[in-house]
């Protein structure tokens, strides 16, 4: 396998790759990860769809990219993902996945002209003071120590940061920034969590630095990711006859380990209560996503609060028992033992009373019927205690939404903290106290706030308590190569799959663990697209360092007149003329 850029491999057509037509794969999960695996044997491994299995053990596929109507609950959706311009694996897959929405057009297609024909970016990034405009104005309030910090670390190797937390790195200065305020909320970043990652995000998506404050770097689909993303591609696959076995819990891999090789032989099963499995020879590929991030969801309801279930947990089981076998096969205990600090909770609302989408409205500056963009990505309440973010997107946000309803998502970092409105912490409300609570910071009178919660909303929260467990500090070997050492016919896939190229918490980073874990197994002759160079791209570092400054010049010390005569030579050069471009030096009347 090897990584490329440019036209020259994108839209190249790989050869079969020898002995293709007498491999057969299977995929434990169905989430992201494997659906483009399999994806990708199919289209550029050709290998026969008929020779893939999926095994689930949820009822649905597609894993964190969800959306469902539970008929007595509601409408759910347990997060929402943000995508961007150059996610070059996620649009090399979707560029070959039909459209079920517009005949003869792919799902790239669709998403294209949507965020073309209706750009997203956001009116009203952050409220306080029950709804009130927080006139953070864009700015990123760095003072200069918190910007040396963040040049530290940008500027630090990966091993200076392996198992440091931001808190660690990243002083108190920073963390008061409106910076740190809009990427905790945007990214769901903790002050605890792993320093390393806050660096490879600041690299992975430098280029986006100047949209931060208003989205504008984001683009998303019409519909929640369950039917805009996993019900096209699903569809796809089933029509090049890839069979999916849900309600099927992997539970162990036996594997033949060596010092020369490594193989796997035998996936254990249980389906209907039954134990089964299959053995494995060479031709027999395995692709296992290990570890979840929605792993223990529980529901709640309007009536009743979600519960943090620390219970068995069988996606970290299956990956506990993995890797006790090597080494090499990573320790999921870094990432699954600290629920306080990787747990968070969600809410999906859906209105019932024409008088919610009103003060939702006054927030987004838009109308939320209109059927275009509304919020434009989250707004995050800065003086909640629950440190709350809402969202609302292109309505209706499901297909069998009736006309009259909007649906909303709420999130919050700060589940164990009592409200400002039900004096109580997030992980112990019910919906209706979930519903109260934003009604509060929408800017809803207060003593209207309890009738409206009660009938004008129906609301399903949800407890994860596993949904920033890739963000936890962690060091080199705690995820396994996506194919380990010595790997023949096996491969690790998902968000605790390591890949260096790019960054977790992303559906470009499911998709990019398919692609490598399926090129390298079969041995595909093209290249896998290498990550947005950004983060060595002059013009887009200028342009960040202006943002980051707030616009305010470079101060070049010395006397103005000697200041003035550097400028001037520096002016006649390449050097001067992208320092002006970007302002960051003017000369000086």
Not at 23 to 40: I, N, P, Q, R, T
Not at 274 to 281: A, C, I, R, W
Request: overall charge negative.
């Amino acid at each position: 396998m090897f990584y490329s850029s440019g036209n020259y491999e994108a839209f190249a057509r790989p050869r079969k790759p020898e002995g293709a037509e007498r491999k057969s794969a299977w995929f434990v999960g169905a989430g992201l990860a494997s659906l483009s695996g399999a994806a990708f044997m199919i289209r550029d491994g050709q290998v026969p769809g008929s020779r893939i299995t999926i095994l689930e053990r949820l009822k649905l596929p597609g894993g964190a990219l969800d959306g469902i109507r539970e008929p007595k609950k509601g409408f759910v959706v347990r997060g929402g993902r943000e995508m961007e311009d150059h996610m070059e694996c996620l649009w090399d897959l979707f560029r070959s996945v039909p459209s079920i929405e517009i005949d003869g057009a792919s799902v790239l297609d669709e998403f294209y002209w949507l965020n073309k024909d209706d750009p997203n970016f956001s009116l009203q990034r952050v409220t306080e003071k029950q709804g009130q405009d927080a006139h953070t104005d864009g700015l990123f309030t760095l003072n200069d120590k918190a910007q040396k910090d963040l040049v530290k670390l940008f500027l630090a190797t990966r091993e200076e940061m392996e198992g440091k937390r931001i808190n660690e790195v990243l002083g108190k200065d920073f963390l008061a920034s409106n910076f740190w305020l809009y990427w905790r909320t945007m990214f769901a970043f903790e002050e605890w969590h792993s320093a390393l990652e806050m660096k490879l995000y600041l690299h992975r998506f430098v280029h986006h630095v100047g949209g931060l404050p208003d989205f504008s770097a984001l683009k998303f689909t019409k519909y929640n990711q369950y039917e805009s993303l996993v019900l096209p591609l699903t569809r796809w696959l089933i029509d090049q006859g890839v069979t999916f076995h849900f309600q099927t819990e992997v539970t162990d891999i036996d594997f033949d380990i060596t010092p020369e090789r490594k193989l796997a032989t035998r996936i254990h099963w249980i389906k209907d209560g039954e134990e089964g499995g299959v053995d494995l020879g060479e031709d027999d590929l395995v692709l296992t996503t290990i570890g979840s991030l929605t792993e223990n969801s529980d529901d709640g309801d309007h009536h009743t609060a979600a519960k943090l279930d620390e219970g068995p947990a069988p996606a970290w089981d299956l990956w506990k028992n993995i890797a006790r076998r090597d080494p090499s096969f990573g320790r999921p205990e870094v990432f699954c033992t600290n629920i306080p600090e990787s747990k968070w909770e969600s809410a999906t609302v859906t209105t019932l009373d024409a008088r919610i989408p009103e003060y939702i409205q006054k927030i987004a500056k838009r109308d939320p019927f209109s059927g275009g963009v509304v919020t434009g990505g989250i707004v995050t309440v800065r003086d909640s205690s629950w440190l709350m973010s809402w969202t609302v997107n292109r309505q209706p946000h499901f297909k069998q939404q009736p006309e009259d309803q909007i649906v909303a998502w709420v999130y919050s970092l700060f589940v164990d903290t009592p409200g400002d409105f039900v004096k109580k912490p997030m992980q112990e409300c019910t919906g209706e106290e979930i519903t109260q609570e934003w009604l509060y910071h929408l800017g809803v009178p207060v003593e209207e706030i309890p009738e409206l919660a009660a009938t004008g909303a129906m609301t399903v929260p949800v407890m994860m308590p596993y949904v920033t467990s890739f963000f936890l500090p962690r060091r080199a070997g705690d995820r396994p190569d996506v194919v380990p050492e010595g790997a023949v016919n096996f491969a690790f896939i998902g968000q605790f799959a390591e890949t260096t190229r790019d960054t977790i918490f992303t559906t470009e980073y499911s998709v990019r663990t398919g692609m490598e874990a399926a090129y390298q197994l079969l041995g595909i002759e093209r290249g896998v697209p290498e990550v947005f160079n950004s983060t060595y791209d002059v013009r887009k570092l200028l342009a960040a360092t202006t943002r980051l400054r707030d616009g305010e010049e470079l101060h070049i010390p010395g006397p103005g007149i000697l200041r003035n005569r550097l400028l001037r030579r520096i002016d006649a050069t390449e050097i001067g003329e992208l320092l002006s471009e970007f302002g960051l030096l003017h000369e000086k009347k």
